[in-house]
Protein backbone atom coordinates (compact mmCIF):
# COMPACT_ATOMS: atom_id res chain seq x y z
CA UNK A 1 0.00 0.00 0.00
CA UNK A 2 2.76 2.62 0.58
CA UNK A 3 2.64 5.19 -1.71
CA UNK A 4 -0.78 4.58 -3.26
CA UNK A 5 -3.50 7.07 -3.23
CA UNK A 6 -6.72 5.47 -2.18
CA UNK A 7 -10.36 7.26 -1.47
CA UNK A 8 -11.49 7.06 1.90
CA UNK A 9 -14.07 8.41 4.66
CA UNK A 10 -12.51 10.90 6.92
CA UNK A 11 -14.00 11.95 9.99
CA UNK A 12 -15.37 15.43 10.92
CA UNK A 13 -13.73 16.88 14.00
CA UNK A 14 -16.83 15.47 16.03
CA UNK A 15 -16.96 12.26 14.48
CA UNK A 16 -20.62 12.84 13.44
CA UNK A 17 -20.44 12.62 9.82
CA UNK A 18 -17.38 11.90 7.46
CA UNK A 19 -16.48 12.37 3.75
CA UNK A 20 -14.97 10.46 1.42
CA UNK A 21 -11.54 12.01 0.36
CA UNK A 22 -8.12 10.94 -1.46
CA UNK A 23 -5.05 10.25 0.99
CA UNK A 24 -1.74 8.85 0.07
CA UNK A 25 -0.65 5.85 2.03
CA UNK A 26 2.89 6.69 4.13
CA UNK A 27 3.13 2.85 5.02
CA UNK A 28 2.54 -1.13 3.92
CA UNK A 29 0.42 -2.79 6.86
CA UNK A 30 0.98 -2.19 10.34
CA UNK A 31 0.74 -5.27 12.74
CA UNK A 32 -2.28 -7.91 13.02
CA UNK A 33 -4.61 -5.45 12.56
CA UNK A 34 -3.79 -4.03 9.14
CA UNK A 35 -3.60 -0.28 9.82
CA UNK A 36 -1.83 1.91 7.73
CA UNK A 37 -0.68 5.67 8.14
CA UNK A 38 -2.40 8.15 6.26
CA UNK A 39 -1.65 11.50 4.94
CA UNK A 40 -5.06 13.80 3.57
CA UNK A 41 -4.61 15.63 -0.19
CA UNK A 42 -6.22 18.63 -0.31
CA UNK A 43 -6.60 21.23 -3.21
CA UNK A 44 -7.48 23.93 -0.40
CA UNK A 45 -4.63 25.72 0.07
CA UNK A 46 -6.02 28.20 2.48
CA UNK A 47 -6.02 25.71 5.22
CA UNK A 48 -2.30 24.33 4.16
CA UNK A 49 -0.83 26.60 7.37
CA UNK A 50 0.33 24.45 9.98
CA UNK A 51 4.16 23.40 9.89
CA UNK A 52 3.33 20.32 9.56
CA UNK A 53 1.69 20.78 5.75
CA UNK A 54 3.88 19.76 3.05
CA UNK A 55 2.35 21.54 -0.67
CA UNK A 56 3.25 19.61 -4.01
CA UNK A 57 2.89 21.33 -7.35
CA UNK A 58 1.99 18.42 -9.80
CA UNK A 59 1.54 19.12 -13.70
CA UNK A 60 -2.19 18.91 -15.45
CA UNK A 61 -0.57 16.45 -17.27
CA UNK A 62 0.01 14.22 -14.76
CA UNK A 63 -2.97 14.69 -12.86
CA UNK A 64 -5.48 13.15 -15.66
CA UNK A 65 -3.15 9.60 -15.25
CA UNK A 66 -3.96 9.19 -11.81
CA UNK A 67 -7.06 6.60 -10.96
CA UNK A 68 -7.83 6.49 -7.54
CA UNK A 69 -8.99 3.50 -5.33
CA UNK A 70 -11.91 2.81 -2.86
CA UNK A 71 -10.97 0.85 -0.23
CA UNK A 72 -13.10 0.09 2.43
Same mark, same amino acid.
Given at each position: ?16 ? $?? #??? @???? +??? =?? !????? *? &????? $?? #??? @???? +??? =?? !????? *? &? ?9
Amino acid at each position: MKFKIVLINFPFDDFTE $SK #LRP @ALCL +TEV =IS !KHNQI *I &LAAIT $SN #LNN @ATEV +TDL =II !KIQKR *I &LKKLVLKHHQ
